[in-house]
């Protein structure tokens, strides 16, 4: 009489339980896989959607705090400049080679928009044409993250 744990390896039926367990784990593995990676990208694009959420929250701040320069709505190009460079940077005036807080954030993709009213009362920043850097499939940002902050600067018009 044969037992069934010693001899499964060789009889046919043991024959056909191992390959019915290699077909089984392999439709597993492909499943479990797919669901790993789905998992990872859906919150690596969370984590970086996470950290422009922050730096647009840095830039508007800084540019609520700034002295702005210019007579009207449109920031003068130093004054947006030093704001996009806060946001994309984490700093101003960043060292030569210096890198963005997020893999293919330049400062193109930073909008600075005053809100006017005979003076600025308000500093918008955001981000657009941003791509998130994923491997399956492109998420774009177009006007987001986006964070105003009431303008509590100096308003020194030339």
């Known amino acids: 009489m044969n037992s ?7 009889t046919a039926r043991g024959r056909r339980l191992r390959g019915s367990v290699i077909v089984e784990l392999t439709l597993s593995l492909t499943f479990l896989s797919a669901l790993f990676l789905g998992t990872w990208q859906y919150g690596y694009s969370f984590y970086i ?16 705090m700034l002295t702005y320069n210019s007579g009207s709505n449109t920031p003068t190009a130093a004054f ?6 806060v ?3 984490g700093d101003p005036a960043p060292a030569s080679g ?13 909008v600075v928009a005053p809100v006017w009213n005979n003076a600025p009362t ?8 941003y791509t998130i850097p994923t491997y399956f499939g492109n998420a774009t940002l177009v006007g987001k993250p986006t964070t105003t ?10």
């Open 4 to 10: 069934w744990p010693h001899f499964a390896g060789s």
């Open 87 to 89: 946001v994309v940077y």
């Open 149 to 158: 902050f009431p303008f509590v600067g100096i308003y020194g018009p030339p």
């Open 49 to 64: 959607y996470g950290e422009l959420e922050q730096a647009v929250r840095a830039g508007a701040r800084y540019a609520s």
């Open 98 to 110: 210096a890198t963005p807080i997020v893999p293919g954030l330049t400062t193109n993709n930073v």
């Open 80 to 85: 947006t400049t030093a704001v996009q460079n």
């Open 122 to 129: 308000g500093m918008t920043v955001s981000i657009t044409d």
